[in-house]
């Protein structure tokens, strides 16, 4: 990161999920864009990740975690 706390960032447009046939962990891949300001800009997939079963659940935690903190604070800004 730099000293503004700016870094690249690319909007998802999807993904995929599903377990690994024969193995305990989950796959998935993140379809993602090159511009949140470009309707026309080039959308790319990931490669397939892999995770454990935990390490799915303390995604879920994190994101469940953080939808509430964006939620919160649209909330604060709709209420002033």
Request: charged share 15%.
């Amino acid at each position: 990161m730099n000293s503004d706390n700016e870094f690249p960032v690319f909007p998802v447009t999807g993904w995929q999920v599903g377990p690994k046939s024969g193995q305990n962990i989950l796959v998935f891949k993140i379809g993602y864009c090159t511009s949140s300001y470009n309707l026309n800009a080039t959308t790319f997939d990931s490669p397939f990740f892999s995770m454990t079963p935990a390490m799915a659940k303390s995604l879920i935690y994190d994101l469940e975690r953080y939808v509430a903190h964006c939620e919160e604070s649209e909330f604060q800004k709709i209420a002033i």
